[in-house]
């Protein structure tokens, strides 16, 4: 009977830049699309007349935080898809034996 108390290989960690990369460069690139994609059917200057008509944003402003508000949405679900892909065997110890 084989035993699966025994840890099995375990990959070494990744670098820090490697791993802030592989969450940073994918989210920003599907925010560059997002960001295209809805601005070709919103306009930045109408969508700020519907939500906060008293605010002086232009349409330069109304872009730039339409792509970080899309950046911090694709990097949190890019930094949750990374957190479930972690090994298990590096954070399930087996019990110490009684």
Known sequence: MPDFT??????????????????????????????????AHVDPLELRDLTFPGLPLTRAVGYSIGFFMFW??????????????????RYNKPLPPE
């Open 72 to 89: 911090l949405a694709t990097a949190s679900s890019s930094l949750f898809t990374w957190i479930l892909l972690r090994p298990s065997s």
């Open 6 to 39: 025994a840890p099995r290989f375990d990959h070494p960690p990744r670098p820090l830049a490697q791993r802030i990369g592989a969450i940073v460069w994918p989210s920003f690139f599907t925010a560059c699309v997002c960001t295209m994609v809805f601005f």
